[in-house]
């Protein structure tokens, strides 16, 4: 029975992580392929999980794990053009996604219009 309950633990534990693919760089960093959206306009001046106002017009993102603050580097794998958000919200809310961007964000990766794109997002997590 408990060998049971730790094989259904450890299944839903993994269940639980954000889909992509995870590497660890020789210099520390991490990079994770997925898939990203961008905030609706609705949400230009909310309070964001972190307690700052919501800009659309700012480099920012959401990411459900990442300590506030961790700056994250976002490519669109299909154009290569990249952009440097600092992580201030939690989401996205849906298994699809790993990273909520600002629609300027958005556009500086030519994503905006389009929903979702492909990306890779690579960052380093802050010394404890």
Do not use: C
Not at 19 to 41: F, M, Q
Not at 92 to 107: C, G, R, T, V, W
């Amino acid at each position: 029975m408990k060998t049971l309950i730790f094989i259904l633990f450890t299944l839903f534990a993994a269940g639980s992580e954000q889909p992509g693919e995870k590497n660890l760089n020789a210099s520390g960093s991490i990079t994770v392929k997925g898939k990203a959206t961008y905030y609706a306009s609705k949400f230009h001046g909310r309070r964001t999980t972190n307690g700052e106002v919501f800009s659309n017009k700012k480099f920012t993102a959401a990411h459900l794990k990442l300590p506030f603050g961790t700056i994250v580097n976002v490519t669109n794998v299909d154009n290569g053009r990249s952009v440097e958000v600092r992580v201030n919200d939690r989401g996205p809310h849906s298994k699809f996604y790993i990273i909520d961007l600002s629609q300027a964000a958005a556009k500086k990766i030519g994503m905006f219009g389009k929903g979702v794109a492909n990306i890779e997002m690579t960052y380093t997590l802050p010394k404890k």
